[in-house]
């Protein structure tokens, strides 16, 4: 059972353009929504991430949409650069309880951005 | 400079092999995590582990087991392998103060199974 969806699988970008990613998720009790950055040969890294409290969070060229009634938050990267070529995951946690943060994470979306 | 290692980058390994795969942190975290990687799929998790000598099984655990006799090292152990089981293994570390907490990954094992 997939509770975070992501799309696309597979986006392309021109240099300097703005290069989208869309989450949803179903489980109502998630309340912390991070995004995770892959290079090739590493482990994914936290890029950024949001609270259901506010309804975008900016970090440079990066921004995070949240719509809590849609179910639904996405990654904005503006401005988009070759290196920004990576495998981008959402992912999302419930209330922390002591179980330690459990993420679900979506199935990731190859990015690539062309000169 | 935060770290998590795995001991392996690319294992090989033939089918009903028993397989370990190792993972220190030296971040001092409580929490410890096992996923895989599979194009497609994402990452699912296997086990994590909140405390020492505690384990809770994720959403895929068949056909895996794990062990943390120490705060800084988490064992994922595959009884019997089998060529399903090929695939890139993540471990992950957070700490479990705040809220929201970030997870550090390893750079993964690449588990083959012939």
């Known amino acids: 059972q997939q509770q975070v969806k992501q799309s696309p699988q597979s986006l392309i970008v021109q240099k300097g353009g703005i290069s989208i990613i869309n989450c949803a998720y179903e489980n109502t009790a998630f309340d912390y929504f991070p995004w995770y950055q892959q290079f090739p040969g590493k482990g994914p890294a936290l890029l950024i991430a949001?609270?259901?409290?506010?309804s975008e969070k900016k970090e440079g060229r990066f921004t995070i949409s949240f719509n809590k009634s849609a179910k639904q938050f996405s990654l904005h990267i503006m401005d988009s650069q070759p290196g920004d070529s990576a495998t981008y995951f959402c992912a999302a946690s419930p209330i922390l309880t002591g179980g330690g943060n459990k993420l679900t994470f979506g199935t990731g979306t190859q990015l690539k951005v062309e000169l | 400079d935060v770290k998590v290692t795995q001991s392996s980058r690319y294992l090989v390994k033939r089918t009903g092999e028993k397989v370990f795969l190792e993972c220190v942190q030296d971040?001092?975290?409580?929490?410890m995590f096992w996923y895989r990687q599979d194009p497609g799929l994402g990452l699912r998790l296997i086990y994590f582990s909140y405390d020492v000598k505690m384990k809770e099984k994720g959403d895929i655990p068949e056909g895996y087991s794990v062990s943390r006799e120490k705060k800084e090292r988490f064992s994922l152990i595959l009884e019997s392998a089998s060529t399903n089981q090929t695939s890139m293994y993540l471990c992950a570390s957070s700490n479990s103060e705040g809220y929201g907490n970030e997870q550090y990954f390893g750079p993964g094992t690449r588990l083959t199974v012939t």
């Open positions: 971040m001092d975290h409580e929490n």
């Open positions: 949001i609270r259901p409290d506010v």
